[in-house]
């Protein structure tokens, strides 16, 4: 059972890389699932407090990655209705079939509530749906980069007690 657990977590752990990216699976979420399977193992000792501190951040990064974006539209000039549209867009391009859904929602939900606020200034609403973009590219560097962290305690925990497993 300790075996299947650690393959299960090392999975999770994976899942949550490629989650960084995917805007179906929350990367750092399903990587702190991985280090919990782990720690379920008889061999592991649980580690409460390691546990909750990693899951404290898991969450931080998930609620984080639906505002980082409307951050990026209004550091770039965007008003209250890019960033409402950013914060749509995220929503509607996350449940839309398309590639990169999440991506072209932020772009274009910023986009279009710049051109809601003022028609006439396409430079502005460009500038502030950039500027989504980059929130949003940002919000993925520090969830891959989370995951990569949990990747790696999952890597040193195992290899700390590899002689139990095997």
Not at 25 to 47: A, E, R, Y
Not at 57 to 63: G, K
Not at 105 to 123: C, P, Q, R, V
Not at 132 to 155: D, E, P, Q
Request: proline fraction near 4%; glycine fraction near 12%.
């Amino acid at each position: 059972m300790d075996i299947f657990l650690l393959l299960l977590g090392f999975l999770f752990v994976c899942l949550g890389i490629i989650g960084a990216f995917l805007p179906i699976l929350p990367g750092p979420l399903t990587s702190w699932v991985g280090l919990l399977l782990l720690h379920s193992t008889k061999i592991i000792p649980m580690d409460w407090t390691f546990l909750g501190i990693t899951l404290a951040v898991a969450i931080l990064i998930w609620i984080l990655d639906y505002f980082i974006p409307g951050m990026g539209t209004k550091r770039f000039g965007g008003t209250k209705y890019g960033v409402y549209g950013t914060t749509i867009g995220l929503f509607v391009g996350l449940f839309s079939p398309i590639p990169f859904g999440m991506l072209i929602g932020a772009f274009l939900g910023a986009f279009i509530g710049e051109l809601l606020y003022d028609s006439k200034d396409t430079n502005r609403a460009l500038k502030a749906s950039f500027g989504a973009f980059l929130g949003f590219l940002a919000s993925a560097t520090i969830k891959f980069s989370i995951a990569a962290i949990y990747f790696v305690l999952f890597i040193i925990q195992f290899w700390e007690f590899k002689g139990s497993f095997f």
